[in-house]
């Protein structure tokens, strides 16, 4: 498996972005995976934001993003989206995408980033004041 993230940059506080994680040579995805995000600020440790299950489509959230994020899927294009918008300050950081086998979405806010089966590499969102 191998995750591709896109989409980071800079914007102004309440502006948006959109980033994209883009399964590479995966094949098929299993119905009980989820992908989602997570994110670390400078000197903070990685934190959990959104996840999807890829055949529920169930999503969970982090409290400090719900009803300004919104996560998604295609699996035409077996690719995950979290839409970001109302950016604050505090949600600059590097976010990480990831998966996780055999687990709901929920889980894998509860199990954390120490758990995660695989991961993409980091996209830089930076939200100027």
């Known amino acids: 498996v191998q995750l591709q993230a896109f989409g980071g940059g800079l914007v102004q506080a309440g502006g948006s972005l959109r980033l994209s994680c883009l399964c590479v040579a995966c094949g098929r995805t299993f119905s009980s995976t989820s992908r989602g995000w997570f994110r670390q600020a400078p000197g903070k440790e990685r934190e959990f934001v959104a996840a999807i299950n890829w055949g529920t489509g169930r999503a969970a959230y982090a409290d400090s993003v719900k009803g300004r994020f919104t996560i998604s899927r295609d699996g035409a294009e077996n690719t995950v989206y979290l839409q970001m918008n109302s950016l604050k300050p505090d949600d600059t950081a590097v976010y990480y995408c990831?998966?996780?086998?055999?687990?709901?979405?929920?889980?894998?806010?509860?199990?954390?980033?120490?758990?995660?089966?695989?991961w993409g590499q980091g996209t830089q969102v930076t939200v100027s004041s």
């Open positions: 990831g998966e996780k086998r055999g687990h709901s979405a929920q889980a894998m806010n509860i199990l954390g980033p120490n758990n995660i089966d695989y």
